[in-house]
C-alpha cells in the first residue's frame, strides 16, 4: 500500500524551510529542558517541607534571595514563553488559511511573547525580598525589617 502526501497549502522557501527545522529542534530540546524545570519546580513548591500551604510572598522571597531560583525561573520562563508561542505559531500556520489572519495572529503571538519576557525578566531581576514599609508577617525570616 502506497500513502501519497499531499502538497502544502502554503510551500515555502529553502530559508523558512531551514528556519522551521531550526523551529522543530527548539521544541524538542526545550521540551526536555521544560520536563526537568517544570518538575523541579513542582517538586520545590508542593511537596518540599510544608507543601502548598508554605507558599506566600516570603516562601517566593525566600527562594528568590539567593541567584538558583531566579536563574531557574528565568530559564523556564523564557524557554516556555517561547516554546509555547512557537507552538501556537505552527496552530495558526496549520489552521488560519487566509494571509492576513495568519500574519496578524503570528504578530500578535510574538508580541505578547515579547512583553510577557520582558515583563518577568523585570520582576525576576529586581525583585526586593524585603522591601520598606511592609508588613513583617509577610516577610521572609532574613529580613532585617521585619
Ligand atoms: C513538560 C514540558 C513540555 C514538553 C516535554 C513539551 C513538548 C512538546 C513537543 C515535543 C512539542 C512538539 C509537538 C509536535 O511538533 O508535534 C510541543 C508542542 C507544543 N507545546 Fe509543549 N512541551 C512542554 C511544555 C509546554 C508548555 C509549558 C507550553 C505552554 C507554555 C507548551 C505549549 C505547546 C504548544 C502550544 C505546542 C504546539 C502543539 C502542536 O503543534 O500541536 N508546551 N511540546
Redesign the pocket.
Known amino acids: 500500500m502506497s500513502i501519497t502526501i499531499e502538497t502544502p497549502r502554503s510551500p515555502r522557501s529553502r530559508k523558512s524551510a531551514k528556519l522551521e527545522k531550526y523551529g522543530?529542534l527548539y521544541?524538542?530540546a526545550s521540551?526536555?529542558l521544560?520536563?526537568v524545570l517544570?518538575f523541579g519546580h513542582l517538586i520545590a513548591n508542593l511537596f518540599v517541607g510544608e507543601g502548598i500551604r508554605a507558599i506566600d510572598f516570603g516562601f517566593v522571597g525566600g527562594k528568590w534571595a539567593t541567584p538558583f531560583w531566579r536563574i531557574w525561573d528565568g530559564i523556564m520562563l523564557w524557554l516556555?514563553?517561547i516554546?509555547?508561542t512557537n507552538?501556537?505559531r505552527?496552530?495558526v500556520n496549520d489552521y488560519a488559511e487566509r494571509p492576513w489572519v495568519r500574519k496578524s495572529l503570528v504578530v500578535t503571538l510574538w508580541a505578547v511573547c515579547g512583553v510577557l519576557i520582558l515583563l518577568g525578566t523585570l520582576v525576576i531581576t529586581t525583585f526586593d525580598p524585603c522591601p520598606a514599609n511592609s508588613l513583617p508577617e509577610l516577610l521572609p525570616s532574613f529580613c532585617t525589617n521585619k
Do not use: D, S
Open positions: 522543530w521544541m524538542r521540551g526536555a521544560l520536563l517544570i516556555a514563553l516554546h509555547g507552538g501556537m505552527t496552530l
